[in-house]
């Protein structure tokens, strides 16, 4: 059976933000908006590190894998909101930008970490 698309987005993004804390990440803050844009996860590794993660789901690969479908736009959005959480936290770390495709499969759902998934 197919999950309604919102219902897909929010397990998917429950599900996301358990696998990141299970690869000892820690969730900063989730669905963050600035204007148009939303960063889905915003996660720190280790001390120096804040990652900013696209959580892209699809209920079926039929029509393309979930990461193929961050589109330029997407992306340009996504360093404007970037840029202003560092601006609001005074970072000065590292910041890396990744993408987790994740697909719903019999026992939960496959998730894929493309990390450094664009600049």
């Keep these: 059976m197919l ?3 919102h219902q897909l ?39 120096a590190l804040l990652v900013f993660v696209e959580v892209k789901a699809r209920s079926t690969t039929q029509f393309g894998y979930p990461e193929a479908f ?16 560092q601006e609001e936290l005074d970072w000065h770390g590292d910041i890396r930008f990744d993408v987790l ?4 499969v019999a026992a939960g759902f496959r998730i894929e970490h493309f ?3 664009f600049y």
């Design 3 to 5: 999950l309604p698309a």
């Design 9 to 47: 987005g929010q397990d998917s993004e429950d599900a996301a933000a358990a696998y990141l804390t299970a690869q000892g990440y820690t969730i900063v803050q989730r669905n963050y908006r600035y204007r148009r844009a939303e960063i889905d996860l915003i996660a720190r590794l280790e001390s």
């Design 70 to 85: 961050v589109t330029e736009r997407k992306r340009q959005l996504f360093r404007l909101a970037a840029e202003q959480v």
């Design 101 to 104: 495709a994740v697909t719903p």
């Design 115 to 117: 990390e450094d998934a």
